[in-house]
């Protein structure tokens, strides 16, 4: 079984957390809910709904939410959108499914401030110059198609300790195997292996405590 910790679609074929959003209620896979920071402007509306459908049981994480300095509304009003959701993460003890652009340190301070238990997935990780201070947050760092082509993140890969790393497809159109494969190749590990490496964090982070 191949694990997929953060995708826009639906794909029955491997244990997938999609990323619902908030209007679609139809649920048949496992999922994370959030309001995305670019949405950041309309939390009166959804953020009963995404209280209510992560109290879902097939609602693996809250997410994706975070920071982005490069759309959506201004960043106090994202902060305030961010905050408020990780208290709900903390609430449901639910991990949280982390969108950051360009706004580590403001979600770095926001993670001293609140001292969150649940564990926070910097999702398609790509920032090869904060690697080591998100590694020392504690961050799960989950790895999307960027692998492809960002050679200083291929060259960092082997930093990334086996038991903080996830692999996502996020809106990337392609299966997931290619992204195991091409970790595999990079990090000079068997497939069979990098699958149980994957497999166990994905069950400690997501599942643990869960019925399926
Ligand atoms: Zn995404």
Partial sequence: MLYNSHSHFY?????TIVN??????YIDSYFSIGIHPWNANKIEDNFF????????????????IGLDKLKGPDISIQKKVFESQVLLSEKL??????????SWNEISMIKQKLKPIQTWVYHGFNKVGILDEVIKTGLMISIGASIFTNLQLQNLLVKIPNNRLLLETDDANIDIYTIYEKVSEIKKIPLSELEVIIEENFNRIFINGKVA
């Avoid at 794909?11 to 244990?15: K, S």
């Avoid at 709904?49 to 994706?64: D, P, R, S, Y």
């Avoid at 003890?93 to 360009?102: A, N, S, T």
């Fill in 20 to 25: 619902k959003s908030d209007d679609n209620v």
């Fill in 93 to 102: 003890k639910l991990p949280v499914i982390l969108h950051c652009v360009k």
């Fill in 11 to 15: 794909d029955l074929n491997h244990c």
């Fill in 49 to 64: 709904t995404v209280e209510h459908l992560a109290m879902n049981k097939k609602c693996l994480a809250i997410g994706e």
